[in-house]
């Protein structure tokens, strides 16, 4: 078994830590046992409100009217069948957001007021009140709205209840949307569920119907429009091509009545196409014969390609070469005047004469062709200025007319348009494709959706757990009780002397010099000997917050303690309001310190002995009825002074801090102050408080010490705050 023990080693240190044993640093674990001691301590509320809860889910579930509730299944496609291959015209899938933004709005439509308007006509629920009797709706309101008829506010509080009591929404990822809906009466559920399917699915070919009946009505008025307009620019088109007497040479040539803005619209127009086309081959062949003469004309006349290229020069200068080669044959034997010379050389002269006769001639052909060049470049460019000014006037008229033309086929685009749009439409609505299809029929419901005792009891627990947690914070938060050492450490600053573990028969324990009682006390001793270098303080008076909390007790301990050590102790009861120490040493409170310092006694004769031969008692004698100004007396410095000399160790059991001033003036009359606290009693502002009473009398506080102290009781374990120790031998 363990016990509770915390004790100081002398230096302010307020736990007794076991070497090798794991210290505790983490604030974490910190909390979550702060948070377990706090939940174990309000144990008996939080099981009751537990209990609470559950029995009131429990008592729902039956009470509850039981509830049925059937579904049925519909897909829901955004794109519908094709039939005719044209309804891809009017249906298309988007994107997903247009995909979201298109299952949404078929919720919303079956959500509508229209589909359960249609739902209450088709299974008749306006007719009396057996629709809303089943459906627990209540009684008719006893004032009407204003405006409203009690047929109107009947259906209006059918509608309402159909609305109210169904819902939709799509399952998972897919696109099947199941329809819900709940009452009491299982057949009427499915009932209502299959209307609702149906509804939907007939308002959703009767909206697309109604959309094809309006389509073709406003394609039928925007073909008329389209006529008209077609026929008024193609007659404007004739009429000012009339006016004008411009004819179409391109119609003409049979071109098929092409409205290419390119080709001529008339014959002045293809004249000076033909004249430009021309006029353009007349400028290259002028430019080319006049590169080509200039070329030549620079040249020697056998220089000129086309002369060398000429066959009768070719064959002359062939000639030529034989004459002249028979003229050096003979000149390398003869005179130059020798008959066959002379022939030779009249040969060559001939050659040559026929030669340069011939590029005379070619010479001239070139320059002839240049001339013709430029001939017939300044004719055509004469007949285009003569044409120049009869076709600017007629391109004016042309440009206009191409207006209208432009304009006539963009009528007749629109309005082939309009009726081929027009002809689909008329055909697709004699056609009706559905995007819906049925997947499921409710069927009657053969067990209650509602209420459903598993999840009452899981929601119970949830609302139990959590109002459990409320409880426990504000209890925590009204009812900040001190507990614990590191509580205790924390409220009021001071080290840590002891902490006494509670018992049921503290006198048997303390008794026993080795009981875990007597050893807490032994650690409170301890650590009031390692207070200073001086050792014990030779007057140690014993407070509390209130009375009850142990003072009298840790004074009658800490006596037998000392007095096991063989010092001289006396053992003083300054309460002389509630006094105690009287009972635990089995003595009568008579002739007591009160009687001393009032002088109607001697010292020596109020003084008592004890079981304990080290330890003698003085008891608060008679109950006096200013006991504040006897403690104020000067007589009491004295009286101390002189007990020093007898005893080595006096303990003063004073009157609780709180409301009065007994404890704050004795306090500045001895060495040290023991600060005890019942462990689980007062608050940390309460505790602060009557330290800070203390600390005005100008006393010595050394230190507090816990009593009462039940680690297992606030929720800690005992290892926590105690240790595993036995004696191996305990006298019986």
């Keep these: 078994m363990q016990f509770p023990f915390n004790g100081t080693t002398g230096s302010g240190s307020s736990e007794l830590v076991v070497p090798g044993a794991p210290v ?116 008719d309101p006893a004032k009407l709205p204003t405006g409203m008829s009690p047929r109107d506010a009947h259906n209006d509080r059918v509608i309402k209840t159909l609305r109210d009591n169904m819902t939709v ?121 006049e590169q080509k003469w200039s070329k030549v004309s620079s040249l020697p006349p056998l220089s000129t390609p086309d002369v060398l290229a000429n066959q009768a020069v070719q064959s002359l200068l062939e000639k030529r070469a034989e004459a002249q080669g028979l003229q050096q044959q003979q000149l390398a034997t003869r005179r130059e005047d020798f008959p066959t010379v002379a022939g030779a050389t009249a040969q060559i002269r001939e050659l040559d004469r026929q030669i340069n006769t011939i590029a005379r001639n070619i010479r001239a052909g070139i320059k002839n062709q240049y001339d013709v060049a430029i001939a017939r470049e300044r004719q055509l460019s004469g007949e285009i200025d003569a044409l120049k000014s009869g076709t600017l006037s007629e391109q004016n008229q042309g440009i206009e007319l191409s207006i209208l033309r432009r304009e006539a086929d963009t009528n007749r685009q629109q309005y082939e348009a309009l ?39 899981a929601l119970a627990i949830i609302l139990a757990m959590l109002l459990s947690a409320l409880f426990v914070f504000l209890r925590e938060q009204l009812f900040n009780s001190v507990r614990t050492p590191d509580e205790l450490r924390a409220a009021s600053g001071l080290p840590i002397l002891g902490v006494v573990p509670s018992s049921e028969n503290p006198a048997q324990d303390l008794a026993d010099a080795k009981s875990f009682q007597s050893d807490a006390y032994s650690s409170v001793r301890t650590s009031l000997s390692l207070l200073s270098q001086n050792g014990i303080p030779r007057t140690i008076m014993f407070t509390s917050t209130q009375q009850g909390e142990g003072k009298s007790t840790a004074c009658h301990a800490l006596g037998l303690s000392f007095a096991r050590l063989g010092k001289r102790v006396l053992v003083i009861d300054v309460d002389l309001r509630r006094p105690n120490v ?151």
């Design 169 to 289: 929404k799509f399952t998972g990822d897919t696109r099947i949307a199941v329809i819900y809906f709940t009452s009491p009466d299982p057949r009427l559920s499915a009932r209502i569920v299959n209307a609702y399917a149906d509804a939907y699915i007939r308002s959703n070919l009767a909206r697309k119907a109604g959309s094809s009946v309006y389509a073709l009505d406003f394609l039928r008025g925007q073909l008329g429009e389209a006529q008209a307009r077609l026929e008024k620019s193609e007659k404007a088109v004739v009429d000012y091509a009339r006016r004008t007497r411009i004819v179409d040479a391109g119609n003409a040539a049979g071109s098929g009545g092409s409205t290419d803005s390119t080709r001529p619209q008339s014959l002045i127009t293809a004249q000076l196409v033909q004249l430009n086309t021309a006029y353009s081959t007349a400028i290259a062949d002028r430019i080319a014969a």
């Design 24 to 139: 505790e640093t983490h604030e974490t674990a910190n909390t979550l046992r702060e948070i377990w001691a706090a939940a174990y301590r309000s144990r008996y509320w939080i099981a009751g409100i537990f209990t609470v809860c559950i029995l009131l889910a429990v008592a729902v579930a039956l009470l509850t009217t039981r509830l049925y509730q059937a579904t049925a299944s519909i897909e829901v496609r955004q794109e519908a069948e094709k039939v005719l291959g044209t309804e891809a015209d009017r249906e298309s899938p988007g994107g997903k957001a247009d995909t979201d933004r298109f299952l949404q709005t078929q919720l919303d439509i079956i959500r509508s007021r229209g589909v359960a308007e249609a739902v209450a006509e088709g299974e008749g629920l306006y007719r009396g009140e057996s629709f809303l009797q089943a459906m627990d709706a209540g009684e």
């Design 419 to 457: 009726l081929r749009r027009y002809n689909a439409l008329n055909a697709e609505s004699g056609v009706q494709t559905n995007n819906l299809s049925m997947v499921d029929r409710a069927n009657i419901p053969d067990r209650p959706s509602w209420p459903k005792l598993p999840l009452n009891v």
């Design 582 to 732: 009287h009972r635990l040493f089995g003595v009568a409170n008579k002739q007591g310190f009160s009687n001393v310092l009032a002088g109607q006694i001697a010292l020596a004769n109020g003084i008592r002995r004890s079981d304990n031969e080290n330890l003698d008692i003085l008891v608060a004698g008679d109950i006096p009825p200013n006991p504040t100004e006897l403690m104020n007396s000067p007589q009491v410095p004295s009286l101390l002074a002189d007990l020093q000399a007898s005893y080595d160790i006096i303990l003063l059991d004073s009157a609780p801090v709180l409301g009065l001033a007994d404890a704050v003036i004795l306090s500045s009359q001895v060495e040290a102050t023991v600060y005890v606290v019942e462990s689980g009693r007062n608050s940390s502002r309460i505790i602060q408080t009557s330290l800070s009473r203390l600390a005005q009398g100008g006393g010595t506080i050394v230190g507090a010490v816990l009593l009462k102290f039940d680690p297992g009781k606030f929720g800690y374990g005992y290892g926590e705050y105690g240790y595993s120790y036995d004696y191996a031998a305990r006298d019986d």
